[in-house]
């Protein structure tokens, strides 16, 4: 786990993880900015959680290759499912 965006990078380097959650609201580099950055690298599971979660929001953080948005509050079963849903997809 990191908790600004410009340690992202690095440690995704490091781990190759097969799933990726990232928040909008990350210091140094936002969530939207990392994701299109690491989807342009690799085909990671790349899911954005965020408080952000107006129509506008979920569709930028999909254009910038998230394979799902979800707006808080959610429920750790809703978080469980899309979880397995983009892991699924990326299998």
């Known amino acids: 786990?990191?908790?600004?965006?410009?340690?992202?990078?690095?440690?995704?380097?490091?781990?190759?993880?097969?799933l990726?959650?990232?928040?909008?609201?990350?210091?140094?580099v936002d969530g939207v900015e990392l994701c299109r950055r690491l989807r342009a690298r690799?085909?990671?599971?790349?899911?954005i959680l965020s408080a952000r979660g107006s129509v506008a929001d979920?569709?930028?953080g999909l254009a910038g290759g998230a394979d799902d948005y979800v707006p808080k509050p959610f429920t750790s079963r809703d978080l469980e499912q899309r979880i397995a849903a983009v892991t699924a997809r990326s299998a």
Do not use: K, Q, T, Y
């Open 1 to 18: 786990m990191v908790h600004d965006g410009a340690d992202a990078e690095p440690a995704f380097d490091l781990l190759e993880p097969d």
């Open 20 to 28: 990726v959650v990232l928040d909008v609201g990350l210091p140094s």
């Open 42 to 47: 690799s085909d990671v599971a790349l899911l």
């Open 58 to 60: 979920i569709e930028r």
